[in-house]
């Protein structure tokens, strides 16, 4: 056992000041009752001073509960150990004392005080020197009270019979210090020790949580690549086909003759183009082969342009201005980024119907800086509650509606960045607007 250690810390120190606080005002309680109720044996063994000796237990208990009362203000609480030596040393006298009145070492009054040794050994938290020097005080009152009566010690056998069990006592409430001293150091370390490794499983099940998540958002994009792949294989020839027999009626010259007949065929040119686009957009975010380079070249404004054509339902009404420079080549996993605009652009299209302002805005605006190209994704929507800035990239953290997402969005965007090297982080204004930025290489010359 570390004795240092153990009266260095300060975490320990408090936890015995609260120990010693609670078993002080327990045996408080006790020790007043045992010192009214012993009127009983005054009456048994020594009739003839009762009365005298229950003024003196009613005086002692009365002191004994004035110091219980002086634990429940400020400073009776700051003074706990000097307060709880001075009310034992308030039994220990007044039997010194009826030993003195009565018969000296002949006295049965002596078992008290060895009641009162074993008493304080089991009941309160006292350290070695404490209870080595109660012991020690105990046995001197003891030698004083016989030695001080009119004709001092008379028989010098049962004088030191009695002491010797006085000293026995004080032995054994040492020990019992020892031991519980050990016990409560070993307790609390062990106390600590939990407390550390249920912070540590605490941090565990975060991680595995957002790796959970993480697998979650994996799973399901693997899910849409398969299908996407299945749409673009299906949907493709019969789209191909059809914008043939489109463009083969553009060229017909009934075609060039009717404006309305040639406005509606280029009009179904785009939308089957468009179709094409979505179906390839799927494709780019969601399908990767495995063993793919998921840290090649892209252009991060088409990487964009997919996530914009994606999230077009939800950014119905919504201005979008781009602010990019003139090169936007980065290096990384293409899928993955368009997934973190999506996620961007979706929870920016939630705010904005939230706050719907007048005129709904998205801006995104990127820069060099440092051989990495910085992204912002600014909206002028309900902004984020000052409570919660420091929560949205966590795992499950979500203000939406119950069912209405998981809160994994952002916490797996952040995992994606990061694994890029770069840092996702959140600024805004609650009730104004919110910025999402993060940053990816650029490739070097």
């Not at 028989?155 to 010797?164: C, E, K, N, R, Y």
């Not at 499983?201 to 398969?226: C, S, Y």
């Amino acid at each position: 056992m570390n004795i240092r250690g153990m009266h260095r810390d300060p975490a320990y120190q408090a936890e015995l000041g609260e120990n010693l606080y609670f078993y002080s005002r327990v045996t408080c309680v006790i020790t007043m009752i045992l010192t009214l109720g012993g009127v009983g044996l005054d009456m048994a063994f020594y009739p003839s001073h009762a009365r005298e000796f229950a003024w003196v237990r009613v005086g002692a208990a009365t002191l004994v509960g004035l110091v219980l009362l002086s634990y429940t203000q400020p400073w009776g609480r700051k003074n706990i150990r000097a307060l709880t030596y001075l009310w034992l040393s308030v039994p220990q006298a007044m039997i010194s004392w009826m030993i003195y009145r009565t018969e000296g070492e002949q006295s049965i009054y002596f078992v008290g005080l060895t009641f009162a040794l074993s008493g304080i050994g089991f009941f309160l938290p006292l350290s070695v020197v404490e209870a080595l020097a109660f012991g020690g005080a105990t046995l001197a009152g003891y030698g004083l009270a016989c030695a001080m009566r009119p004709g001092g010690i008379e028989h010098i056998s049962v004088w030191l019979g009695s002491s010797l069990f006085v000293l026995f006592y004080t032995i054994i409430a040492v020990m019992i210090a020892v031991y519980s001293e050990k016990w409560r150091w070993l307790s609390f370390q062990l106390k600590a020790e939990v407390q550390k490794k249920n912070i540590e499983l605490r941090e565990t099940n975060t991680a595995l949580a957002e790796v959970k998540g993480q697998l979650i958002q994996r799973e399901k994009m693997a899910a849409l690549g398969t299908l996407s792949a299945g749409l673009l294989h299906e949907v493709n020839n019969p789209v191909n086909y059809s914008l043939m027999a489109i463009n083969m009626a553009l060229m017909d010259p009934a075609a060039a003759q009717s404006a309305e007949l040639k406005e509606s065929l280029s009009d179904a040119r785009e939308g089957m183009q468009r179709v094409q686009n979505i179906v390839s957009d799927l494709k780019t975010f969601a399908y990767q082969k495995a063993g793919d380079d998921s840290q090649r070249m892209f252009l991060l404004e088409k990487a964009i342009q997919s996530a914009l054509r994606l999230t077009s339902f939800e950014l119905k009404g919504v201005e979008i201005t781009l602010a990019l420079p003139q090169d936007t080549h980065v290096l990384g996993d293409e899928p993955a980024i368009i997934g973190v605009l999506i996620n961007l652009l979706s929870n920016a299209a939630l705010a904005l119907a939230r706050a719907a302002p007048g005129q709904p805005r998205i801006v995104l605006s990127g820069e060099h800086r440092d051989g990495r190209l910085w992204l912002t994704v600014r909206d002028n929507g309900t902004g984020i509650a000052p409570e919660h800035i420091g929560r949205v990239l966590e795992p499950f953290f979500t203000t939406r509606d119950v069912g209405a997402g998981l809160g994994l969005g952002l916490s797996v965007s952040y995992g994606i960045i990061q694994r890029h090297g770069g840092t996702l982080s959140v600024t805004s204004e609650f009730g104004a607007w919110t910025e999402f930025a993060f940053d990816l290489a650029a490739p070097q010359p």
